[in-house]
């Protein structure tokens, strides 16, 4: 069966992900207080409608307890979109992701019953961040405050190396997940086998750790 989604605010970040949803296959209940914005979304998402989420029964009316997900993504309000998480918990909701304006609005998010916030920006300019300090990283996922994961770009130092001679685990406490070599994601490479240049090795472990790999090995 395909899962159900609800989106509740339609800017960018909503917008985005009621896209990337239906691309997905999914059913997606689009809501935002904006009709032209609900009207822009009416032939995208499987229904859009115009709501105050921050009315309960305008939410129980939609029955958005029966839905897998709700995505908060409410902009610059931040009254309404603490309001609107709490009355989702309250009905029910199985699982809710919030988009956070600042620490401060994540700690109440999480105190009322958020099971996920994310802060998009915040994250997106770390992922820049580190996409233009390196030559190397192609991309970037923060796990936790110290963990990621990092898509690192073999280099003519790396290549003809291989994960037995770079012992990385052992040497930098990382962990080589994955080699994608062009379409090809190999999930479990043979430790003799000498990586190609411009192959990209999938790397997980403290930030630390995968820049002193980088910095050792890499320049």
Known sequence: MKKQFAV??????????????MENGMEVLAMDKDEDRVNEFASIATQAV??????????????VRNFDHVIVAIGDDIQSSILTTLILKEVGVNHIT??????????????????HVVHPERDMGKRIAHYIVSNNVLDYLELSDEYSIVEI???????????????????????????????????????????????????????????????????
């Open 50 to 63: 115009i709501a105050d989420t921050t009315d309960e029964s305008v939410l129980k009316s939609l029955g």
């Open 8 to 21: 509740i605010g339609l800017g960018r970040f909503g917008g985005s992900i009621c896209r990337e949803l």
């Open 98 to 115: 919030v988009k956070a304006q600042n620490d401060y609005h994540e700690k109440v998010l999480r105190k009322i019953g958020a099971d």
């Open 153 to 219: 770009k073999v280099n003519d130092r790396l290549a003809g190396r291989t994960l037995l001679e770079l012992d990385v685990r052992a040497r930098y406490g990382i962990n080589i997940v994955a080699i994608k070599r062009g379409t090809e994601i190999n999930v479990s490479p043979a430790a003799e086998d000498p990586f190609c240049k411009d192959d990209i090795l999938i790397v997980i472990g403290a930030d630390s750790d995968i820049n002193r790999f980088e910095k050792k090995v890499m320049e």
